[in-house]
């Protein structure tokens, strides 16, 4: 039982991250209008960073996840 929700919560947790690492590279402005549980924003301001450098700085951030979540799903997944 442990072990089965254990694994429901890292999928929820990926599939948030996911979604949410997908609409800051697309677009921040969209990101910014997501819900506060998913963005996960912390003292991101939509005024600051929803577009110029700020914006690019949220684009990063969104690649940068979707590297990690790749790079964890090949190391666990693939290589062997």
């Known amino acids: ?4 929700l254990g694994w429901s919560i890292v999928v929820v947790v ?7 690492a997908l609409f ?4 921040p402005r969209a990101w910014f209008r997501l819900p506060h ?3 996960a924003q ?3 301001t939509e005024q600051k960073y929803n577009s110029g450098w700020g914006g690019v700085q949220v684009r990063l951030a969104g690649a940068v996840m979707l ?3 790749g790079w964890v799903l090949y ?6």
Request: charged share 15%; net charge positive.
């Open 1 to 4: 039982m442990k072990t089965i």
């Open 14 to 20: 990926g599939a948030v991250m996911f979604v949410n």
């Open 24 to 27: 800051m590279l697309a677009s």
């Open 37 to 39: 549980w998913v963005r």
């Open 42 to 44: 912390g003292s991101l």
């Open 67 to 69: 590297v990690v979540i």
């Open 75 to 80: 190391d666990s997944l693939i290589k062997r």
